[in-house]
């Protein structure tokens, strides 16, 4: 990989981190000065306004890539790249580590939220979206 295309992948990585961190952070300090309505239609507006900026871009055309064999070896040509890259097989393990957690903290919102407020309560989906964009447990 080049540096010119690590550096790319780079950005992008540290614009989506960004982004998971500002975006919920951003809204709640909206939604104090601003209508919920308001705020929805501003999304809707950024919403359009991201696809047109997305068909702008100009994609450069593929290389041909040579597709011999099966229909085993073609579908399964990916995470066989994938898994002989020492680097990514490694990413892999630590991305299945964080989903692992992830599912952790979704899961015991839950449990606790129902233990704290009853099994009717209306806070979970609040409770989930809170821990999720702070990246930790309800206590």
Known sequence: MSSQSFWRL?????????????????????????SYH?????TVVGF??????????ALPSPK???LRGGIYERTTRGIRIY??????RGLLAFNGAVAAAGAMAIVNTVCKCRVNTGPSANS?????????SFGRQLE
């Open 64 to 66: 041909p890539v040579d």
């Open 83 to 88: 898994l002989k890259t020492p680097r990514l």
């Open 124 to 132: 979970i989906p609040l409770a989930n979206s809170v821990g999720a």
């Open 48 to 57: 359009l306004g991201s696809a047109l900026l997305v068909r702008t871009v």
């Open 10 to 34: 780079s950005l992008a990585r540290l614009a989506y981190d960004l982004e998971s961190l500002a975006s919920p952070t951003l809204a709640a300090l909206l939604l104090a000065v601003v």
């Open 38 to 42: 308001d705020l929805f239609v501003g």
